[in-house]
């Protein structure tokens, strides 16, 4: 029970607290009521300076230090942690750079990925698609009659979507087509985006088998509505909450719930937490973590207080900053890699580290008995190997051990 | 980097170190190596004011009175006292009031702005590794040793090695637990998969210390001792650029002790270095930069410590150069917000030094600055 506990918690959150894995409310209460709340409430930061007065490049390092300030505490502290997990999902899902755009604009698609991520998948997609900062990262915003750009209309269907093997070049040129119009406006701070007729190419356009005057609506919907992206969705959400590789027929079913509930996620989602393959053998500790998942796991989890700007500084160190992927195609399928991991692990030892006034982080030793530690880190079980030798360690270092373990780098 | 780039990042340690000078027709004829004293140094109390008055009493109980008169305004702390002659010789410059505009005091933004050279907005890349870039280096021309994130070195393309030193040595009793847990084979193919990729990169870096431990008599058998010993090895081996990082500069409380050991540790170990560099026949091409992420507060804090502060002192050492204190005296008497206004701009030190390198610092920094005349 204590395995089962700990696997739902580390899948939706990156582990539970001491206080999470010891309620007895059943989890099924728990994430149905997730499911219900579609758009938690959130506080989104004040962007604006209290000084106006500094050089425009220093105000984007201070916004994007005010953004991140946000957001790492609204990763920790989200009172619907499915939901967040999703937003995380979905961040992974729709690729944009923070380099690219301007920091309001990110804020901006922050709020809009917060918004659908327990909604509708061709919402969702609709509203990232349109958001300033996908139509600049992917140059969706300078494609127009005449000047076209293929760039968002490739990966759309590579990458977000169908998934390669349904479509073909013709589509893509037929697809950049349909999905002018769409422009960027920056106003001082505040950006917006805006469809202009005068740059959508109106004519007849043959996209995925269908002739039409398509729009860049069109498009979406056709795209949300095609069979291969339910199942691509049930594939992908099922190997990051499940396993890796779902087998056809799981797929397949998922594919069903998806198209069945006119592109639900949340009904995804139910079927995906009420499968019994969700608490198989198969599924326990089938992942590596990501060291996002692995630094704000460890933090909520042993509820440990931080500096936002060394919550950053650590993920550049472990490459996996925030808004931070190399490519549209994210981040690395492995992070079993020897660089990651070694710096993985002198950031356990940073995370328990006495820091004093200096910021870092604040991990408070007299919360937990070394049972709690190996409880909220291990599911309990201690490491055989080192039964005799923990003991003799102090609080901190224990905890530094163990989230050091190679057990502890997998969800 | 999966096992087999592992194997290949290996290969890449072995081929940067097995390469000897005698045999050097690709070697670097310049070479830069740069220690970052992380958490802050407190410059005041390592190149001390003696002469100006206020410093005693900004420095009720942390002033050093007994430190190695070097000019007739600066002394230097007496756990440096192997550095003494250096200044005579002509092989050290001591460049003071260094920082950068609008100085922020967090560790962190700090440390950005160094390492990036970019205080207006920091990109995602360091001015080394722009420079490597912009030279169009070979992919392991530098080498970051340290724990940090290794922004200096960073670039568009992968022009360095990352090293992690904290990994060689493994004396703590909480790192003999790890190691046991280490050692215990996982059921979990995953988890064995996370096991033995951390075990053989460990397995290589302890063998690179053995080796280093044969070689290097000249080191101190200290932390620091160890790391330059393989700094040294690393600038024997032909290596344009090494970055490392020193650690535990960040001094709140009960300051003099902890500082009077940082600094012998530090002294010893550069010393040797130099030593060692001299020996190999490379003391004229190697610059070595010493610095520090900022300065530390001029008044004392209630815990006979430091807080932080802003700007700072950093040392230049080569076999030849135009020695002298540069920067001007500390003005103790007129500081902003209690700290120490900047003198010299940190990228002017910069571009002296890309310069020297044969780098074009203007299109590297995105300016220019005017230069010190020290590496000449």
Do not use: C
């Not at chain 1, 009521?33 to 579609?38: D, F, I, T, V």
């Not at chain 1, 009659?145 to 040129?173: A, C, K, M, W």
């Not at chain 2, 890449?12 to 220690?35: D, E, F, K, M, N």
């Not at chain 2, 200096?152 to 992968?158: E, K």
Request: no cysteine.
């Amino acid at each position: 029970m204590a395995a089962e506990r700990g696997h739902f918690w580390r899948r939706i959150s990156g582990g539970g607290t001491l206080t999470e894995l010891s309620s007895t409310v059943p989890l099924q209460v728990l994430w149905e009521s997730w499911l219900e709340q579609r758009q938690p409430s959130v506080t989104y930061p004040d962007l604006r300076l209290e000084r106006e007065d500094i050089p425009p490049s220093r105000q984007r390092q201070e916004r994007l230090q005010l953004f991140f300030d946000w957001w790492t505490a609204q990763k920790i502290k989200a009172a619907n942690p499915l939901h967040e997990r999703m937003v995380d999902f979905w961040r992974d899902h729709f690729t944009v750079s923070a380099r690219m755009g301007p920091v309001p604009a990110l804020l901006d698609y922050e709020q809009r990925l917060r918004t659908h991520a327990l909604g509708d998948f061709q919402e969702l997609l609709w509203s990232v698609s349109t958001s300033p900062m996908m139509l600049i990262y992917l140059n969706n915003g300078t494609n127009r009659r005449g000047r076209l750009n293929e760039n968002f209309s490739r990966e759309v269907l590579e990458l977000f979507t169908v998934g390669p093997g349904h479509y073909s070049e013709r589509d893509i040129q037929e697809g950049a087509r349909a999905l002018t119009g769409w422009r960027v406006v920056r106003q001082e701070a505040e950006i917006r985006s805006e469809f202009v007729p005068q740059r959508h190419d109106a004519g007849i356009k043959t996209y995925l088998g269908q002739t039409g005057a398509w729009r860049p609506e069109d498009v979406i919907e056709m795209l949300a509505n095609h069979p291969a992206t339910g199942q691509r969705l049930g594939r992908k959400l099922w190997s990051e909450l499940v396993y890796p590789n779902p087998e056809p027929e799981i797929v397949a079913q998922l594919a069903d719930v998806y198209q069945g509930s006119r592109r639900q996620i949340p009904a995804v989602l139910a079927a995906i937490l009420s499968h019994p393959q969700f608490f198989s053998a198969k599924a326990y500790r089938s992942r590596v973590r990501s060291p996002q998942e692995f630094l704000m796991g460890s933090l909520r989890a042993l509820e440990i207080g931080f500096d936002p700007q060394k919550v950053r500084t650590s993920l550049r160190h472990m490459g996996n900053h925030p808004y931070g992927a190399a490519t549209v195609k994210g981040w690395p399928d492995s992070w079993i890699t020897s660089t990651s991991l070694l710096n993985r692990l002198s950031v356990a030892q940073q995370l328990t580290e006495d820091w004093g006034d200096d910021g870092g982080f604040t991990f408070e030793p007299s919360r937990f008995s070394q049972q709690d530690l190996l409880e909220v880190l291990l599911d309990g079980e201690m490491p055989g190997a080192i039964a005799q030798d923990l003991p003799r360690l102090d609080r901190r270092e224990q905890a530094a051990v163990l989230l050091a373990s190679p057990l502890y780098q997998l969800l | 980097m999966h096992r087999r780039q592992f194997l290949a990042w290996l290969g890449g340690v072995a081929a940067v170190l097995a390469v000897t000078p005698a045999q050097g027709s690709q070697r670097a004829s310049r070479q830069l190596v740069v220690i970052d004293l992380v958490g802050g140094n407190d410059s005041l109390n390592t190149f001390i004011p003696y002469r100006d008055p206020q410093y005693l009493k900004l420095r009720p109980s942390l002033a050093i009175t007994d430190g190695i008169p070097l000019t007739d305004r600066v002394a230097l702390h007496p756990a440096l006292s192997s550095w003494q002659s250096w200044m005579e010789e002509g092989s050290l410059a001591i460049v003071q009031n260094v920082h950068y505009p609008q100085p922020s005091l967090s560790h962190f933004r700090s440390r950005d702005v160094w390492q990036s050279g970019e205080p207006k907005q920091i990109g995602g890349s360091g001015w080394l590794g722009r420079y490597l870039e912009s030279i169009q280096a070979p992919t392991q021309a530098g080498v970051f040793l340290g724990e940090e994130y290794p922004l200096a070195m960073m670039g568009a393309g992968t022009h360095y090695l990352h090293l992690a030193p904290n990994l060689l040595g493994q004396s703590s009793l909480r790192d003999q637990v790890l190691q046991q847990l280490y050692q215990q084979p996982q059921a979990s193919p995953l988890a064995e998969e996370v096991r033995r990729t951390v075990i053989e990169s460990q397995r290589a870096l302890a063998q690179l210390r053995q080796d280093l431990e044969r070689n290097q008599q000249i080191y101190p058998k200290t932390d620091v001792g160890s790391q330059l010993a393989l700094v040294g090895r690393l600038l024997r081996g032909g290596v344009p650029i090494v970055y490392t990082t020193v650690g535990g500069w960040d001094t709140h409380a009960r300051q003099g002790q902890r500082h009077q050991f940082l600094l012998s540790r530090l002294g010893e170990g550069v010393t040797a270095l130099r030593q060692d560099l001299e020996q190999a026949g490379l003391g004229k091409q190697v610059t070595i930069l010493i610095y520090s992420e900022f300065g530390r507060r001029p008044t004392e804090n209630g815990n006979a410590g430091t807080d932080h502060g802003t700007a700072g002192a950093l040392m230049l050492m080569r076999g030849s150069l135009k020695s002298g204190v540069y920067g001007g005296d500390p003005a103790l008497d007129s500081l902003v917000n209690g700290n120490l206004p900047m003198q010299i701009d940190f990228r002017q030190v910069y571009s002296e030094i890309l310069t020297w390198l044969g780098g074009n610092p203007e299109s590297i920094l995105g300016e220019s600055f005017q230069p010190l005349g020290i590496l000449i």
